[in-house]
């Protein structure tokens, strides 16, 4: 099955940057629409960015200038540069295929926590 594997996740102060990086396997990776999740505690999981095969991205409103995804089809990775990095993007980070049966399947995620 599909495995997902994430990583770059870490302690940040208020306005830092951050790199995720997220492996994928046993998928055809070039043809998906990959996405960028988080989920904080006590709240859903949600999408905060996309791209799709083509690299054309969209993101949630709430990290819209702030955060860039981006893809290595080479490497079947898929990344999320994170800059002025605020308390409320506190959360763990996933990532997968949105919309997709794949979404029965998720790794361990990333928890990347902004604090002074």
């Known amino acids: 099955q599909v495995q997902f594997v994430e990583s770059g996740g870490g302690l940040v102060q208020p306005g830092g940057s951050l790199r995720l990086s997220c492996a994928a396997s046993?998928?055809?990776?070039?043809?998906?629409?990959m996405g960028w999740y988080r989920q904080a505690p006590g709240q859903q999981r949600d999408v905060v960015a996309r791209?799709?095969?083509?690299?054309?991205?969209n993101y949630a409103d709430s990290v819209k200038g702030r955060f860039t995804i981006s893809r290595d089809n080479a490497k079947n990775t898929v990344y999320l540069q994170m800059n002025s990095l605020k308390p409320e993007d506190t959360a763990i980070y996933y990532c997968?295929?949105?919309?997709?049966?794949?979404?029965?399947?998720w790794g361990q995620g990333t928890q990347v926590t902004v604090s002074s």
């Open positions: 791209i799709d095969s083509g690299g054309r991205t």
């Open positions: 046993r998928i055809i990776f070039s043809i998906y629409t």
């Open positions: 997968n295929v949105p919309g997709s049966v794949y979404e029965d399947n």
